[in-house]
């Protein structure tokens, strides 16, 4: 338990410093580090495949893609121009909300289930069963979203 | 293990700051940055109410639905950051409130 408090204030400490700071780079290695906090939690909630899948696509794809824009954006440093308070207002009453629904919903009785670990060749199995056309759709829609990111990044010819 | 709320308050938390940097920040990555959190928070209320449903193996639909999730969030950042590249190398910048042409 008080390990799992520490990774949760890690977790959203980091990411309110990703979200806050000023320097990109700074941000985008605080955001890997909130990523890797919620991956610690998908291990605790013995979902262990999309912890590793978790650290595998953020830590490792999305950092580096989020990082190599950094570096190719670099000289557009944002303009400080006052904070706009109409949007941190908003996030603070979507998340008074959401508070006021999680306390006040009954879950808390919920018993935990004893669980086994889930085997990688049963999520396997029922990707390739059940799951079948989900799976097939995903990946028509990375193959087409990665060949409309390179269209777009491509050079034009003058 | 902690009870379901103590889940569910960190990813609402977690919310809460990737909506909050999607709507202050000017700089377009650090939109995708807030996007990504928002994303994260909502694939981790996924998986608790996965993990404290009664039969969990039987049928795992939160485990599949947070790998989609995170495919079609891994697509939707590739597309993101090569749109603010294109973008960047157009009008030299990538402050969002800039780009207004498209303003009548």
């Given at each position: 338990m008080t390990l799992l408090v520490i990774i949760a204030i890690v977790t959203l400490a980091s990411a309110l410093a990703a979200a806050t700071l000023g320097n990109l780079m700074h941000a985008?290695?605080?955001?890997?580090?909130?990523?890797?906090?919620?991956?610690?939690?998908?291990?605790?909630l013995d979902a262990e495949f999309v912890g590793l899948v978790q650290v595998l696509i953020y830590v490792g794809a999305v950092a580096?893609?989020?990082?190599?824009t950094i570096l190719l954006t670099r000289r557009d440093e944002e303009k400080k121009n006052g904070l706009p308070w109409g949007g941190v207002l908003v996030a603070f009453v979507v998340f008074g909300g959401l508070i006021w629904a999680i306390v006040k919903t009954p879950i808390n009785s919920i018993p935990t289930p004893h669980l086994a670990t889930l085997p990688v060749h049963r999520i396997g199995q029922i990707l390739m069963t059940d799951y079948v056309w989900p799976?097939?759709?995903?990946?028509?829609?990375?193959?087409?979203?990665?060949?409309?990111?390179?269209?777009?990044?491509m050079e034009e010819k003058p | 293990m902690p009870v379901v709320s103590f889940f569910l308050i960190i990813s609402a938390t977690l919310f809460c700051i990737g909506l909050m940097a999607t709507l202050t920040r000017r700089h377009a990555i650090f939109i995708l940055i807030g996007i990504e959190l928002m994303l994260a928070a909502a694939n981790l209320n996924f998986i608790v109410?996965?993990?404290?449903?009664?039969?969990?193996?039987d049928h795992p639909a939160g485990i599949l639905i947070t790998l989609f999730a995170i495919a079609i969030a891994a697509a939707e950042t590739a597309v993101g950051l090569a749109l603010v590249i294109a973008v960047y190398r157009h009008y030299r910048t990538t402050q969002v409130n800039s780009l207004d042409q498209l303003k009548g």
């Open positions: 985008a290695l605080n955001l890997v580090l909130s990523f890797l906090g919620v991956a610690a939690f998908y291990f605790f580096v893609l989020i990082v190599f799976l097939q759709a995903v990946g028509v829609l990375l193959t087409a979203a990665l060949v409309g990111a390179l269209i777009l990044v | 109410f996965w993990r404290y449903d009664s039969q969990p193996h």
